[in-house]
């Protein structure tokens, strides 16, 4: 190329204008075109099935939207945000899950700082429970509390601190667990309201409660005394009952019995009693005659008893030659 066929400023100023001309005149339709795709895209909006939409213009709050597609006023001025109010949320204490599912993994780490508690009789438990809750109120969840989630771990943890402290180890360990679940769960939706959180508490569990490790070993022998003092208790019990009742019910036969010998006696006295007045009654009427019939019914009492029976004549002298009547020989005398 030599100076010569070098163009001119001018030329290459006309040469642009040829080729770039033509955009440069169409340039404000494209970003007209941007500006109004970023709109349209920013006015169509979807809500889920189970969320509602809450709505603020410029910041404030207008009004909620229900599930499906709709339509708010573009470049910033409405701004929708879904809020879940039928999922059903869980906070965990003590303890984390990192896989649910039929076998649940669990987070090795401790989380002694929310776990560890004192009882009301001054021993310490490692208390492990979850919350569970839904949202009820939208506006208040967004615009009533900075931040929910904090709030209901925070007082979930204050309420259980106290019912643990006012019930003593075995209570919290057996007995007093669906109690202490059913007033938790009350005692926080109360508090909860009272903060405007907008929150449903739907159950409070406790998962597992279990002395704290370094104590453990003494509180297993604790027990292990406990269950044998029940053991030797029950024992001793059961050889009561099995005595007791046995000698009280000897005792109240023999009483029975001395009653009932009692009473045979003093009916049979005044039997007795009563005949002899009835014999006497008639002895007076016919003495001889009562002496005969008593000699009589003697006679026929002890004449069977007696083996060997001797009829004497009362013209004998004597009975000498009586005497062995008996004996071998005697038949013919």
């Given at each position: 190329m030599t100076w010569?066929?070098?163009?001119?400023?001018?030329e290459i100023i006309d040469v642009g204008k040829k080729r770039f001309g033509g955009f440069l005149r169409s340039w404000p339709l494209v970003i007209l075109g941007l500006f109004l795709l970023i709109g349209l895209k920013g006015v169509i909006y979807s809500i889920g099935p189970d969320?509602?939409?809450?709505?603020?213009?410029?910041?404030?709050?207008?009004?909620?939207?229900?599930?499906?597609?709709?339509?708010?006023?573009?470049?910033?001025?409405?701004?929708?945000?879904?809020?879940?109010?039928?999922?059903?949320?869980?906070?965990?204490?003590?303890t984390r899950t990192l896989r649910p599912g039929v076998r649940t993994t669990y987070s090795p780490r401790q989380h002694t700082e929310e776990s560890l508690?004192?009882?009301?009789?001054?021993?310490?438990?490692?208390?492990?429970?979850?919350?569970?809750?839904?949202?009820?109120?939208?506006?208040?969840?967004?615009?009533?509390?900075?931040?929910?989630?904090?709030?209901?771990?925070?007082?979930?943890?204050v309420v259980m601190r106290r019912l643990v402290g006012d019930y003593g180890v075995d209570e919290v360990l057996t007995t007093k667990r669906e109690e202490i679940d059913h007033i938790a769960q009350q005692e926080m939706q109360e508090i909860l309201d009272i903060y405007q959180t907008g929150v449903s508490i739907v159950t409070v569990k406790l998962l597992d409660v279990n002395p704290s490790e370094k104590v453990r070993p003494a509180f297993n022998e604790v027990n292990e005394a406990k269950q044998e003092k029940e053991k030797m208790i029950n024992q001793a019990w059961e050889a009561y009952n099995k005595v007791i009742p046995r000698a009280r019910g000897e005792a109240e036969q023999t009483i029975r019995q001395g009653e009932g010998y009692a009473l045979d006696k003093i009916n049979r006295a005044k039997g007795e009693s009563e005949r002899f007045l009835a014999t006497l009654a008639e002895y007076k009427k016919a003495p001889a005659i009562t002496k005969k019939r008593f000699y009589l019914e003697t006679m026929m009492q002890v004449l069977p008893k007696v083996k060997a029976k001797y009829i004497v004549d009362s013209q004998q002298p004597s009975i000498l030659p009586l005497l062995h009547l008996d004996k071998e020989g005697g038949s013919g005398q």
């Open positions: 010569q066929n070098v163009p001119s400023p001018e969320e509602v939409g809450v709505i603020q213009r410029f910041g404030k709050y207008v009004g909620l939207t229900s599930p499906g597609l709709h339509i708010k006023l573009p470049f910033g001025i409405d701004a929708v945000t879904p809020i879940k109010v039928e999922k059903i949320f869980k906070e965990e204490f003590g508690m004192l009882t009301g009789d001054l021993n310490i438990l490692d208390v492990r429970w979850i919350v569970q809750f839904k949202i009820k109120d939208p506006v208040k969840l967004l615009f009533a509390v900075r931040d929910p989630r904090d709030n209901i771990r925070d007082i979930s943890e």
